[in-house]
């Protein structure tokens, strides 16, 4: 399942689908093109529930195609399942100047995003 709705100053995404490179990618240009027509800068991903895992590769990937996707926004919280490698693509990403963060917490990210 997927939604994507725009909330107060930010785009709030909840996806379960399958957890693969290509899939999220796809996801990172669809959410981008919503924000950019919705002229936000801010956003908050539950991605708690999807399926696989990707490989540390993988992570890599999803963190520098994210940098170009999502190249002059503000603010990006992803909410992921709690495992000792969530922080990777955040990392790779932070590293390339994208202002965002990894977290099990849902609460966490949304008073992230919301702070400005």
Known sequence: MKTIEVRNNYVYV????TNDVDSIITLMKEIA????KENIKKLL???SNMTGEPSIIGRFQV???GVRIFK???K???VYKKVDSNRFAETVA???GLPSMV???IEKAREWIEED
């Open 94 to 96: 932070v590293n390339r």
């Open 76 to 78: 990006i919280a992803i």
């Open 45 to 47: 991903a539950d991605v």
């Open 63 to 65: 963190g520098i195609a």
């Open 14 to 17: 909840y996806y379960d689908g």
């Open 103 to 105: 977290t099990h917490d």
């Open 33 to 36: 093109d919503i924000c950019k």
């Open 72 to 74: 002059g926004m503000k």
